[in-house]
């Protein structure tokens, strides 16, 4: 199944800026799960690492061969976490905490703000990349999913009453890492956008009031956007979640240039372009179930209605809704691709 298509970051940048018309229809995803990549690659890059030979050699092929203009990759901050459990796909709430009271918070070992990521893989795979193509980088989980993480679901609901100051200090603590990691990303060469994943709602509303995610993430949220704008790249927001009542937030205060991550059952992709696409941009949408559970003919037709309904204007990037997940059809995903190069051929 091959995609071949010469890497052009400059389309997917008119895309994102909403400026000129793209000669073709640009891709984008947040992430792939190592399952999907080995099931694509035919290597064992689900039982690699980031530091085992060759691991960023396929991950770069991988996007490149589907016909990617940009590389999307994120790595975590020193923020170590509670051990989970063994082999475990998912941990509960309270897992991984690591901060309940200001003792805690004290004693917690807070990276070096200077050094709040592994710089080094974004320059490995700059040297990785053909000509053309850019990475589109930035810090794996957000301010809220990392102070989720450590505070805890409930243990961050009982601090909110108990003791706000130091959900606060917590929240202004990861995100000035957060901050500063988009501040020393924006100036590499082969980064060309700066990106942002922190899934902040459920399918109904935000996990945080409005007010409480105002005064304790959407600050950190404008700094990056900031950032990544002081040297002249846009700054991609995904997020999963009935947004609603923060959508003009996230455009007006922000300054987020696009947003990713919809879902059919929520506010399908072509709705919210309706709704808000003058303003930020939209990016993939198309129902991972849709694609998991349909067969391939169904697929195909389903991608050529959403990029009817969303690349009208050019201001749109096909893709799915929120990752490739190990269980998505391989063929599927990659019958969506075809759709996508063959409309605008």
Request: hydrophobic share 35%; proline share 6%; charged share 25%.
């Amino acid at each position: 199944m091959g995609l071949k298509r010469e890497p052009d970051f400059d389309q997917f940048l008119k895309v994102l800026w909403r400026k000129d018309k793209p000669n073709h229809l640009p891709f984008y995803e947040h992430i792939a799960s190592p399952g999907f990549i080995a099931s694509r690659t035919g290597a064992d890059f689900d039982k690699m690492s980031a530091s085992d030979p060759g691991f960023w050699e396929i991950y770069v092929d991988f996007w490149i061969g589907m016909g990617y203009d940009c590389v999307p990759m994120e790595i975590p901050p020193y923020l170590p976490l509670t051990a989970g459990h063994d082999d475990a796909l998912s941990e509960g709430s309270e897992a991984l905490v690591v901060i309940s009271n200001r003792e805690d918070y004290d004693k917690y070992p807070w990276p070096d703000e200077s050094k709040p990521i592994d710089f080094s893989h974004f320059e490995t795979v700059g040297k990785l990349l053909p000509d053309g193509a850019k990475i589109v980088g930035g810090v794996s989980a957000g301010p809220y999913e990392w102070v989720s993480r450590m505070l805890g679901t409930i243990g961050m609901s009982y601090l909110l009453m108990d003791d706000p100051e130091l959900v606060e200090m917590v929240f202004k603590k990861v995100g000035a890492l957060h901050i500063s990691a988009v501040r020393q990303l924006a100036t590499m060469d082969a980064i060309g956008a700066l990106r942002q994943g922190d899934d902040l709602g459920f399918k109904t509303s935000t996990f945080l009031s409005p007010e409480t995610l105002r005064q304790n993430v959407f600050p950190t949220y404008k700094a990056m956007a900031e950032q990544a704008h002081n040297n002249g790249k846009p700054f991609i927001l995904h997020s999963c979640g009935q947004l609603g009542d923060v959508y003009e937030d996230i455009i007006e205060y922000c300054k987020v240039d696009a947003k990713h991550s919809f879902e059919d059952g929520i506010t399908p992709v072509s709705e919210f372009k309706k709704q808000y696409g003058t303003r930020i941009t939209p990016l993939g949408g198309l129902d991972v179930d849709v694609i998991c559970r349909s067969t391939e003919e169904e697929v195909r037709k389903y991608a050529r209605e959403q990029i009817e309904k969303c690349f009208y204007d050019g201001y749109w990037a096909l893709g799915t809704g929120n990752s490739l997940t190990n269980y998505m059809p391989v063929e599927n995903y990659i019958a969506v691709l075809e759709e996508g190069i063959n409309i605008t051929a």
